[in-house]
């Protein structure tokens, strides 16, 4: 049943802003710096236009498609997004049910307050990539990669734009800021009293050394099993564990794909970390085109996630070159405002706006969306 007074996806968030603590909220909504990558990354979208073709419309046309081999029901998922549980006491659990029902995959993040066993179980059909960090503890990256195989997870995504932690601007000058002022916080954010981050068991030694310091939720821990000196190195090792496709998130320029490329990856994802690490930097709907143009015949898969808002950008997205997008705040939304099927609702929104745009801009399939069907702002002059 569709939310009453709801049009639109952006709609949701006035919704939880009225609903969560406002510390919490600008926990998930913040970007780093001044926050211009952040604005600039839903703006960037508007840039782009729609070129549609008449008379060439299908009602009902193609949107699934598949991604590192596994159907999705239309090129849509959710992005890692960490501590779901203070936005809902299902957390993960339900945001997996969410999309096992839409039949489109989830990242899982490291950050996640319940364990990858526990998500798995929640629902056994969704499909499930699983997020980690090159971990200075390669204990407890070997541990989560293990564990995710063992449940059933089809790809390992290694976040790389965080050798330090972004400066954050709303609440939390920096993420290590965290762990405190979520510690002051009652109500809807006791949740922490019963979880912590939960997949880091690789490490027990340490863990138990972490606590014993004053770190009870191992948010401190977590924040400096991220930081470190990374190189490609760490992404060689990651794939000698596993046989499962492995995806960088946080890629945004040309050479950083080749690399990727030549490291021998099977995705990319044009990302900005939710404009939360380094703020200056292109929106990813504009960094896509070059990603794309440098990857191009290798096999490697490229999506984007950041800024997208509405199935309208799904297509903007498709066209300059993404196989799909990802969506990390709007999913928060929905689960916020109605759990499971909060999310679920955000989906089928998204998907239904795709299919609308698509029959209006002349599109049976996917495989007909390209280039031809936008046009950036800069292009539109008319010389007379």
């Known amino acids: 049943m569709p939310t009453p007074g709801i049009s639109r996806v952006a709609d949701f968030e006035e919704l939880v802003r009225k609903k969560l603590p406002e510390f919490l909220v600008d926990y998930y909504a913040t970007g780093g710096g001044d926050e211009q990558t952040l604005e600039d990354s839903r703006r960037a979208f508007q840039r782009y236009r729609l070129m549609p073709r008449v008379l060439r419309s299908d009602t009902n046309p193609g949107i699934s498609t598949k991604l590192q081999g596994h159907t999705v029901t239309f090129p849509l998922g959710i992005s890692p997004t960490g501590l779901q549980a203070a936005a809902h006491p299902d957390g993960e659990k339900a945001t997996a049910k969410a999309v096992e029902k839409a039949g489109v995959p989830l990242i899982l993040s490291s950050w996640s307050l319940m364990t990858i066993e526990e998500v798995a179980d929640s629902a056994p059909n969704a499909l499930l990539w699983m997020q980690i960090y090159p971990f200075q503890d390669r204990r407890i990256t070997t541990n989560i990669v293990k564990r995710a195989e063992k449940s059933g997870f089809k790809a390992i995504v290694v976040t790389v734009d965080s050798p330090v932690i972004g400066l954050y601007a709303r609440s939390f000058r920096d993420g290590l800021d965290i762990p405190e002022q979520f510690g002051k916080r009652k109500g809807r954010c006791s949740i922490f009293a019963f979880f912590s981050v939960a997949n880091l068991e690789g490490a027990p030694d340490s863990i138990a050394k ?61 990302s900005t970390h939710g404009g939360r690490q380094l703020d200056g930097v292109q929106a990813p709907i504009d960094a896509l085109c070059g990603v794309v143009d440098a ?26 070159g993404a196989k799909a997008v990802f969506i990390g705040r709007p999913a928060i939304w929905g689960l916020s405002y109605n759990g499971a099927d909060g999310v679920k609702e955000i989906l089928d929104m998204m998907k239904h706006e795709l299919s609308n745009a698509m029959t209006l801009c002349g599109c049976k399939s996917l495989a007909e969306i390209d280039r031809s069907r936008v046009r950036h702002e800069s292009q539109l002059v008319c010389k007379l």
Do not use: C
């Not at 490229?302 to 509405?310: A, E, L």
């Open 295 to 320: 990857v191009r015949g290798s096999g490697v898969e490229v999506y984007m996630d950041g800024g997208v808002r509405s199935g309208r950008d799904i297509f903007k997205a498709l066209a300059v």
């Open 210 to 270: 972490a606590k014993a310091s004053g770190d009870p939720f191992l948010f401190g821990f977590m924040h400096r099993q991220v930081v470190g000196n990374h190189s490609w190195k760490d992404i060689a090792w990651i794939k000698s564990l596993t046989n499962l496709p492995i995806i960088l998130k946080g890629i945004l320029t040309a050479e950083s794909a080749r690399d990727a490329v030549e490291a021998g990856v099977q995705g990319i994802i044009v």
